[in-house]
């Protein structure tokens, strides 16, 4: 399976194409079979991992059982057009699914191939939950000093905040140096662990799904920096299928 993510920053002028974009290209979307499963989302601040909805920054994740399908739909599909005809910066990254725990949407959309090695260290995570109405108000309080952390951690490169909705429907994307970087992060850095174990006693989330990636490719510009910048000597995988 081929995961991809792309990340689109539209001018001011164009943010009604890109509301307009998330019910339009549905339709497209729904009909394409070779796509196995994707969401239109849109973004936190400067993309960030943050509540607050900014209207420039919007995303699309797909899925795909080959390359083929997915390099098709990023030269051909109607989505992709629209995203790069209104946008002005784009970020893309193509992933090999390592791991994935729980559900997104009520299904578990990254298929595993147990057999596959990683060939690069480099990885990417993604974290996505649906919070419970009435815990709104708390889990908004504690989760910035969570992505604050993060940003400070040993191995930490990238990461970006989207969502289905701005407030209940929130998925965080991250880039570590390696896995062990990342689960210090996750397990051993004091807020990150006070929230996940807040996250289960107080039940603020009906819905949450985990997943590390491998990284195939990235391309683009995100926030003003090309990838290069990020990832100076990152390294290439051309086993994707």
């Not at 969401?39 to 083929?68: C, R, Y």
């Not at 002005?88 to 578990?108: A, C, D, N, R, V």
């Not at 191939?113 to 108000?137: H, S």
Request: hydrophobic fraction near 40%.
């Amino acid at each position: 399976m081929i995961v991809a993510l792309t990340i689109t920053k539209f001018r001011g002028v164009n943010i009604p194409f890109a509301f307009l974009g998330m019910a339009i290209l549905r339709i497209p979307l729904w009909l394409n079979r070779g796509c196995k499963f994707w969401k239109l989302m849109g973004s936190g601040k400067d993309a960030q991992v943050d509540l607050a909805p900014d209207f420039k920054h919007w995303s699309i994740i797909t899925t795909w059982d080959n390359k083929e399908d997915c390099d098709h739909f990023y030269a051909k599909s109607f989505p992709i057009k629209w995203f790069r005809l209104f946008g002005f910066e784009e970020f893309t990254i193509f992933l090999k699914p390592l791991s994935s725990h729980g559900l997104w949407s009520g299904i578990q959309p990254f298929t595993l191939d147990k057999n596959y090695k990683p060939i690069t260290q480099k990885i990417a995570v993604i974290t996505r939950a649906r919070i419970n109405f009435g815990k709104l108000k708390e889990f908004k309080s504690n989760i910035k000093r969570a992505a604050d952390q993060m940003k400070k951690s040993e191995g930490f490169i990238l990461s970006a905040g989207v969502g289905e909705n701005p407030f209940l429907d929130q998925a965080t994307f991250s880039i570590w140096e390696n896995t062990e970087s990342m689960k210090n992060y996750a397990y051993k850095s004091f807020d990150h662990a006070d929230i996940i174990k807040l996250t289960r006693e107080r039940k603020w989330y009906s819905e949450d799904l985990f997943a590390r990636f491998e990284i195939l490719q990235m391309q683009g510009i995100f926030n003003g920096k090309a990838v290069d910048d990020y990832i100076p000597f990152r390294e290439t995988n051309t086993n994707n299928n």
